[in-house]
């Protein structure tokens, strides 16, 4: 039974006696001002979003005989046929998301196992060498990728010295990918780390009696016991990457448009908030159903009762 069934069936069968008298007692009244908060901050202003996006133009009306579902019509449309930037836009949010999702996993699978299982020797440093970048701005670290892959920089001074001629590798689709993958790495990284070090050693020591080999421990714990931290760093990594601007814009150039580069437009150039709202919902839609995809295929009450 997935997480959501689970929900549903609790909720479909305490009363709401019980309900109430869980959530005005500790420790569950603890989360009662976070819980106001998210609330306030999170779903005011998606409702603005949603709002804005029914306008007919930058003024918002509460009226709904004036409200219009024409820029979802012209989004979907352009979609479809082709028409506008939308379909290359979308296929190219689309095209970086899943590859970085990709590319992280594929890089952060192998360090993870290690660090959670194989290094005891300099763990910590690595650790820092990991968390340190996150305490840097996102603008910093893209700029300083800027300046190693731009013409005439560090990466084609190097290799002039050697004698070594490259173009330009900037403004090039892989570069966002090389900037995305660095940025979001993390995300990916440590909830397989906590995954696999949450794997007892007598989990492992039980298995090594019963003669299995490496690749059958593999085969057979590490990897279904870490699999709800690939999921959860899948859907961490590829819900960020739908929303990367700075990465797009710095080391794409303009030359590549992905939809958070179309939203930040519209908003801000062309002056369009309800289009600019509009393309963010189907944005929010997209998240939404990564979401619900995930959330039925883990088990989040067994991933929490793992730390308790």
Same mark, same amino acid.
């Given at each position: 039974?997935?997480?959501?069934?689970?929900?549903?069936?609790?909720?479909?069968?305490? %009363?709401?006696?019980?309900?109430?008298?869980?959530?005005?007692?500790?420790?569950?009244?603890?989360?009662?001002?976070?819980?106001?908060?998210?609330?306030?901050?999170?779903?005011?202003?998606?409702?603005?979003?949603?709002?804005?996006?029914m306008m007919p133009s930058n003024a918002l009306s509460l009226n709904p005989a004036t409200w219009t579902v024409a820029n979802y019509?012209?989004?979907?449309?352009?979609?479809?046929? %082709?028409? %506008?930037?939308?379909?290359?836009?979308?296929?190219?949010?689309?095209?970086?998301?899943?590859?970085?999702?990709?590319?992280?996993?594929?890089?952060?699978?192998?360090?993870?196992?290690a660090l959670a299982r194989k290094i005891k020797r300099f763990k910590l440093l690595f650790l820092l060498a990991l968390i340190v970048p996150l305490f840097t701005s996102v603008n910093i670290r893209v700029f300083g990728w800027v300046l190693f892959l731009v013409?005439?920089?560090?990466?084609?001074?190097?290799?002039?010295?050697?004698?070594?001629?490259?173009?330009?590798?900037?403004?090039?689709?892989?570069?966002?990918?090389?900037?995305?993958?660095?940025?979001?790495?993390?995300?990916?990284?440590?909830?397989?780390?906590?995954?696999?070090?949450?794997?007892?050693?007598?989990?492992?020591?039980?298995?090594?009696?019963? %003669?299995?080999?490496?690749?059958?421990?593999?085969?057979?714990?590490?990897?279904?016991?870490?699999?709800?931290?690939?999921?959860?760093?899948?859907?961490?990594?590829?819900?960020?990457?739908?929303?990367?601007?700075?990465?797009?814009?710095?080391?794409?150039?303009?030359?590549?448009?992905?939809?958070?580069?179309?939203?930040?437009?519209?908003?801000?150039?062309?002056?369009?908030?309800?289009?600019?709202?509009?393309?963010?919902?189907?944005?929010?839609?997209?998240?939404?159903?990564?979401?619900?995809?995930?959330?039925?295929?883990?088990?989040?009450?067994?991933?929490?009762?793992?730390?308790?």
């Open positions: 039974m997935s997480t959501i069934e689970k929900l549903q069936h609790q909720l479909g069968t305490a %009363g709401d006696e019980s309900i109430l008298r869980t959530l005005a007692r500790p420790p569950t009244v603890f989360m009662i001002p976070l819980t106001v908060l998210l609330v306030f901050m999170f779903i005011g202003p998606i409702l603005s979003i949603v709002l804005y996006s019509a012209e989004i979907i449309g352009g979609v479809i046929d %082709g028409t %506008g930037v939308y379909g290359e836009v979308m296929s190219n949010t689309v095209l970086i998301s899943v590859a970085t999702t990709l590319a992280t996993l594929v890089f952060s699978y192998p360090a993870a196992y013409k005439r920089g560090v990466l084609q001074s190097l290799l002039g010295q050697f004698g070594i001629a490259t173009p330009s590798l900037l403004y090039q689709e892989w570069t966002i990918i090389l900037g995305t993958t660095y940025v979001y790495m993390p995300f990916m990284l440590f909830p397989i780390y906590l995954s696999i070090g949450a794997i007892s050693d007598e989990t492992f020591e039980a298995a090594r009696d019963l %003669g299995a080999s490496r690749y059958m421990l593999f085969r057979d714990i590490v990897l279904p016991m870490s699999k709800p931290g690939i999921i959860i760093g899948c859907l961490f990594v590829f819900v960020l990457s739908l929303g990367a601007e700075v990465e797009a814009l710095l080391l794409g150039g303009g030359s590549i448009y992905t939809a958070a580069n179309n939203i930040s437009y519209s908003f801000g150039y062309s002056q369009n908030w309800p289009l600019g709202s509009a393309q963010a919902v189907g944005l929010l839609i997209i998240t939404v159903i990564a979401g619900i995809v995930i959330l039925r295929t883990i088990d989040l009450r067994e991933i929490a009762s793992r730390g308790s």
